[in-house]
């Protein structure tokens, strides 16, 4: 091997070994009876319940029923019965670096939600600018692709509540395709019934009835067929820490997983539905909205 090969190895390797603790989340996804927390040793231990981010610092400590549920870079550890737990020398090898593939995307998503070096989304392949979208009329419902068939319910916010709305419809080359008046800020897209082609970006938007300059945003969709989505989730379902997740955690991956494929619509369902199980305003909401964000400025 030569020489410059030899140094481009080992500096990809050494930046690997050299990944810090701060760029991969450790989270308590379950806990049942009494689990306390520290955040370093010797700190007070208060009670803490799912979902958590945890400190590599951190101790955790259960009493002699309780149970623990951590992940951390594509790993879950179980902890059972009474004793102390240093966060950090359960995750040893994980720590150590960050595996390239879906661990790694789903490392990016989880610190853009709780915080820390990628918390500002900065990374995300999504990429642009954050900015306040400047229209009197937001959509609330990110389309991306859409498996064909589906009835998709786009809903939409005003400034100025308004007895009518039109809903609009353009290709590629800018041409009118469908557009329909209604009288609630929603809209019920049947991609079956519109002869739209797969395949095809189009755009929609959502402007006041006789008022064009009172409008939305410009949105953009693609239909793709059924088992371009069956597809992907497939790859999903094949990763061993999907495999190993509860239902909630499930969720967060299909949302990620769907998100970075582009599929939109799909991935805020998914972390509509893991909020719901959740239950709280908690991780899952936080990475909805850090989703949101991401979405919102792959518009500019």
Same mark, same amino acid.
């Given at each position: 091997?030569?020489?410059?090969?030899?140094?481009?190895?080992?500096?990809?390797l050494?930046?690997?070994?050299?990944? &810090?603790?701060?760029?991969?989340p450790?989270?308590?996804?379950?806990?049942?009876? %009494?689990?306390?927390?520290?955040?370093?040793?010797?700190?007070?231990?208060?009670?803490?319940?799912?979902?958590? &981010?945890? $400190?590599?610092?951190?101790?955790? %400590?259960?009493? !002699?029923k &309780?149970?623990?549920?951590?992940?951390?870079?594509?790993?879950?550890?179980?902890l059972?019965?009474?004793?102390?737990?240093?966060? !950090?020398?359960?995750?040893?090898e994980?720590?150590?670096? @960050?595996?390239?593939?879906?661990?790694?995307?789903?490392?990016?998503?989880?610190?853009?939600?709780?915080?820390?070096?990628?918390?500002? $989304? @900065?990374?995300?392949?999504?990429?642009?600018?954050? @900015?306040?979208?400047?229209f009197?009329?937001?959509?609330?419902?990110? @389309?991306?692709?859409?498996?064909a068939?589906?009835?998709?319910?786009?809903? +939409?916010?005003? *400034?100025?509540?308004? #007895?009518?709305?039109?809903? =609009? =419809?353009?290709?590629?080359? !800018?041409?009118?395709v469908?557009?329909?008046?209604?009288?609630?800020?929603?809209?019920?897209?049947?991609?079956g019934?519109?002869?739209?082609?797969?395949?095809?970006q189009? /755009?929609?938007?959502?402007?006041?009835?006789?008022?064009?300059?009172? /409008?939305?945003?410009?949105?953009?969709?693609? =239909?793709? #067929?059924?088992?371009?989505?069956?597809?992907?989730? %497939?790859?999903?379902?094949?990763?061993?820490?999907?495999?190993?997740? $509860? #239902? *909630?955690?499930?969720?967060? *991956?299909? !949302?990620? +997983?769907?998100?970075n494929?582009?599929?939109?619509?799909?991935? $805020?369902?998914?972390?509509?539905?893991?909020?719901? =199980?959740?239950?709280?305003?908690?991780?899952?909401?936080?990475?909805?909205?850090?989703f949101?964000?991401? +979405?919102?400025? &792959?518009?500019?």
């Amino acid at each position: 091997m030569s020489k410059p090969i030899v140094l481009i190895a080992g500096i990809l390797l050494l930046a690997l070994s050299l990944q &810090s603790q701060g760029d991969v989340p450790i989270l308590l996804t379950k806990s049942y009876k %009494k689990v306390r927390y520290a955040p370093e040793q010797g700190a007070k231990f208060t009670k803490i319940e799912a979902v958590k &981010s945890l $400190d590599a610092k951190g101790v955790l %400590k259960l009493g !002699g029923k &309780s149970s623990a549920r951590l992940y951390c870079n594509g790993a879950f550890k179980e902890l059972e019965g009474k004793g102390a737990y240093a966060v !950090g020398s359960l995750f040893q090898e994980e720590l150590r670096y @960050t595996p390239m593939g879906y661990a790694n995307l789903l490392n990016d998503r989880l610190m853009a939600a709780i915080g820390g070096p990628k918390g500002s $989304d @900065t990374t995300s392949a999504v990429g642009g600018v954050i @900015t306040i979208e400047a229209f009197p009329i937001t959509v609330n419902t990110p @389309t991306g692709k859409l498996a064909a068939g589906q009835t998709i319910p786009l809903r +939409w916010q005003s *400034m100025q509540e308004v #007895p009518e709305y039109r809903f =609009i =419809i353009k290709d590629g080359a !800018g041409k009118e395709v469908h557009s329909a008046t209604v009288n609630k800020m929603e809209y019920a897209l049947d991609l079956g019934s519109l002869g739209l082609k797969t395949g095809i970006q189009y /755009s929609w938007r959502v402007v006041q009835s006789g008022e064009e300059r009172v /409008s939305s945003n410009k949105y953009f969709f693609t =239909i793709t #067929p059924a088992e371009e989505q069956e597809k992907v989730m %497939k790859n999903l379902q094949e990763e061993e820490a999907y495999q190993q997740a $509860d #239902p *909630m955690m499930k969720k967060l *991956m299909e !949302g990620v +997983w769907l998100e970075n494929f582009g599929f939109y619509y799909a991935a $805020d369902k998914a972390y509509q539905e893991a909020a719901r =199980i959740e239950g709280k305003q908690g991780l899952s909401e936080n990475m909805r909205r850090a989703f949101t964000r991401r +979405w919102r400025r &792959s518009l500019e």
